[in-house]
C-alpha cells in the first residue's frame, strides 16, 4: 500500500491525526515485523504487511531458472507458534536483505531476487512448516550457501527468542538429489550447520572439500552436500562440469517457467472397467507395473485445499510400516506372504513414502515394534501413517510368530492421537491381510494343547498374555479418529492367499493404487477394491467351490471434516 493509503487507515482506524503520531505508529507496526517499508521505481514510500496479502505462491518458481537449489525445512513441534509469527519471520527477511533488487510478498511467504540468486520463504501454519531455499548459478554456490546459513540462524533465533515454547527441528535436503531428477531428496535432520553461532563465533562450515556420494553417485562436490562458502576456481569448473553432465531440468517447463500439463487417457474420472475386475492371474509381477500420474487439474487443485482434504506433505507423503509374519513356531510358513510384501513395498516407494518392513514378530514384538514407530519425531514431517499387517489372525487379533494374540484394539489404541501425537489430526491407514475364524485365543490354545502338553511354557504364556490383554483392552473409548481400516475378510471368514503370487486383497490393492490413485480418494479406492474382491473371489468359487469360498473386505472409516485423502502420485505441488 501507498504511504498515503496507511496514513489514511491509521487516521480512520485510530485518534491519530498529526504526521509526528503517524511517525510513530509506522515505527511501532515496524517494531514488531508486522510492517515494511520500501521504495518503488519512483523513490516513493510504500508498504506492506503480509497478514492482509490476498496472493498465494504455489510452486517453488525459483527452482526452475537456476541448477543449483539448497534449502532447508522447519517443523514446530511443542508448543507451535500462532500465525502472525510466520509473518514476522517473513518481515524480518525482508528487513534483513534489503539490498535485493525485487521483492514480493505473499500471504504464504516471500521471494527476493538478485543477480545472483533467488531466496525464498514458504510457510504453511497448519502443518507448522516454514521453507527456506535458495537458487543460484553454480558460481555464486558460495554466496548461496552463505545466503540460507544466514537466513536459518536468523529464523532460528527469532523464534527461540520470541516463542521458547516452540522445538524447532532443521532438515536439511540434499541439493544434489533435486539436480540429477530426483523427487525424494535425502535428507539431514538437525545438521550442525543450522545450529545459530554464539556471539563472537564465525558461520559454521566445514573443512571437508573431498567428493562424496550420494546415493549410487560417487564423486558428488563436496558444495552440493555440505555447507561451503569459498570455492577455488578449480573446484567451481568440476562443479560447472558435474552440473553439466547430471543436471536434468524440471519436466513440463515451458519458456515462461510455467509448468504445462495435459490430461491423459488414464488420469480421466472414468468408471471402473470389468475388463480390470476380471483379473484372477497370480503370474504378474506387481513390482514392475506403471504408476499412473496425478495431471487432472480439478484433483491438483485440492493439493493446497486442506478443507476439502488431508494435508498432503512433500517430497515425502509420509511413512509405511509393514509387519510380515511369515514363519510361525507352530503352524509353519505362510506361503506367498513375501509376495505381498514387495509389492507393497515397491508401490509405496513409487508413492512418495518411507517403507519401513518388519519381519516374524512375536505377539509382544507386533506391539513394541508399533509403539516403537509411534515415538519416532520422524512423523513430525509426514502427513500420513500406513500401517500394514499381514498375518494369521481371527475375530478382532492377529497373531504374533509365537501364536499369541494381539488384539486390533490394542494395535489402534496404540496409534490414536493421544498415543502418537505426531500424528494427531492426520491420517492413520491400517491395512490387514489375515483370517478372522473363530475366537482366536480359544482356537491358538487348542492348536497349542494338541502340539504340546498341557503345562507347557507356551500354553502358560499365551494364557498369561491373555489376560494382560483383555486388561488393556478394557480401555473404553479412545480417540478412534482420523482412521480408515482395510480388513481382507469379514467376520468368521477366511482371507484368500497364493503361494505364488501373494494375497487377493493385496494383489488387488496394488493394481488399483497403481492405475487410481492419481484422481481417486483413499475411500473410494478401497470401496473399489472391496467390490473387486468380491467379484473374483465369487468366479473363483463358481469354479471351484470346494477350494474357494467369496471373501467381502472390510472398511471401517472414522475420518474428520469430512475430508478425503488424495495420495497425488508424482505429484508434489508444482504446477
Known sequence: MSEKLLHHLLITKTSFTTSDKMKVAVKLLQS?????EMTDSSQRLSYTMPYFSQEYFTDLTASRRQ??????DMLFGGLTPPQYVYHQISVKLLNDLQDCSEKAVRKNGVELRDEAYTLQLLHDYKSRKLSISVTSACRQIGNAWKMLTTSVHSTVKYVNSTW??????CIN????????????????????WCRPPKDGESLPMTSDSSPGRCGTYRDVPACLLHPTFQLSGDELQKLSDFVKTNYKPPDNIGHSGAATHTVGTDDVLSDVSDEEEDTTSTSEDLTKLTLVPTTNQSIKSLFINTSKIYKMTSPFRGRALIINNNK?????????????????????????FEVVKQKDLTAEGILQCIQSETRDEIHNTYGMFFLFLFAHGANGMIHGVDSQPVYLTQIYSLINSTNFPNMAGKPKVVVIQACRVGNSVSQTEQNIQQSTNSSSPELSALRTHQQEAETSTGQRNFDVDDLLILHSCFENSASMKFDYGGSLLIRTLVRTLHRHGCHRDLADLFDIVKHRVRKISGKLKERTPTVYVTQTPVVTNTLTGRRKIYLFPLFYGEW
Request: aromatic share 12%; with cysteine; net charge positive.
Open 32 to 36: 514488531f515485523h508486522l510492517l515494511f
Open 67 to 72: 541448477p543449483v537449489k539448497l534449502s532447508v
Open 164 to 169: 521458547r515454547a516452540s522445538k524447532i527441528t
Open 173 to 192: 535436503l540434499c541439493a544434489h538429489c533435486p539436480l540429477v531428477g530426483e523427487k525424494r531428496p535425502k535428507r539431514f535432520i538437525n545438521p550442525s
Open 328 to 352: 510361525y513356531r507352530i503352524g509353519g510358513e505362510r506361503l506367498g506372504s513375501s509376495y505381498d510384501v514387495d509389492n507393497t513395498f515397491a508401490l509405496f516407494r513409487k508413492m512418495g
